[in-house]
């Protein structure tokens, strides 16, 4: 038989994924839509570049693959833009990183709170695309002076951060819904690792599929939520101030639907910066 820990730690995580989809539904549409639009789009030009690469390099098979593989140490990412009609408040539009993005190196993220700094470290080789959209975000100031909207302290023990509108003295019904103005598909998803997520972790929260923006979340207990969300890094310094948040509790504002609350000591967000790639 189960025992009610168990049952609790399985309920928060069907709560926990449950609240994520219903919250976007039709934003995610929106998105998936989007999506297949522009990757019809890419197929056209991606299609007519080899054409014209055959007509005038008379079909060097070398150059048509280096062409479509990308620049050496890079990756191409797929950021998808949302559609700019009806875009909710929350969306904040700072712009889109490059799609191409170095799949070498480490690169530290120094989140700078009221409470103290708490430092990672993100490969490279891991996870190019959301590194590199993070390192686009930050230098747009887009985390800074957000609050971290959510804590979940019973069965899957996160910190929840990375919406833009989450500012300002208390808390709306909307926090938890904001983000940049594209999307991305998941990277580093740990289905070998048992946990999936340890503690140390952070990583990025999604509504579904490919719908991987801003939010992330730190892990300060082992979390075994289903491998769907990319693993960003580790932390290397601070959990302790990540497991003094979580020792204070929650309000229980999202008990009702997948668990937990907004932290009952507050974690304001004064600055995130990303360091150059170190090799």
Request: aromatic residues 6%; hydrophobic residues 30%.
């Amino acid at each position: 038989m189960t025992s009610t820990r168990e049952r609790q730690r399985a309920a928060a995580r069907a709560r926990l994924e449950r609240e994520m989809a219903e919250r976007s539904a039709k934003a995610r549409k929106r998105r998936q839509t989007q999506a297949i639009v522009g990757a019809a789009a890419i197929l056209v030009l991606v299609v007519a570049g080899t054409v014209w690469l055959a007509t005038s390099l008379g079909g060097d098979d070398d150059d048509s693959k280096q062409q479509a593989a990308g620049t050496e140490g890079f990756s191409q990412c797929a950021y998808t833009e949302a559609p700019k009609e009806g875009r909710p408040a929350q969306v904040k539009d700072v712009g889109m990183p490059p799609n191409q993005q170095a799949n070498k190196g480490t690169q530290t993220m120094t989140i700078d709170t009221n409470l103290g700094p708490i430092v990672a470290k993100l490969d490279r080789t891991k996870v190019p695309c959301t590194a590199g959209s993070f390192t686009h975000l930050a230098s747009k100031g887009f985390f800074d002076n957000t609050k971290c909207h959510r804590l979940v302290t019973e069965g899957i023990k996160v910190l929840q951060c990375g919406d833009p509108s989450a500012t300002g003295k208390g808390w709306r019904q909307t926090d938890g819904t904001g983000g940049p103005s594209y999307s991305m598909p998941e990277e580093n998803l740990p289905t070998d690792k048992r946990p999936p997520y340890p503690e140390g972790v952070i990583a990025m929260a999604n509504a579904g599929q490919g719908s991987t923006g801003s939010q992330f979340f730190i892990v300060y207990g082992d979390s075994q939520l289903d491998p769907n969300y990319t693993v960003l890094g580790t932390i290397t310094s601070g959990m302790d101030l990540v497991k003094q948040v979580g020792a204070a509790g929650d309000d229980k504002a999202f008990a009702q639907q997948a668990g937990g609350g907004h932290p009952k000591k507050e974690v304001t967000i004064t600055k995130l910066t990303m360091s150059d790639i170190e090799s």
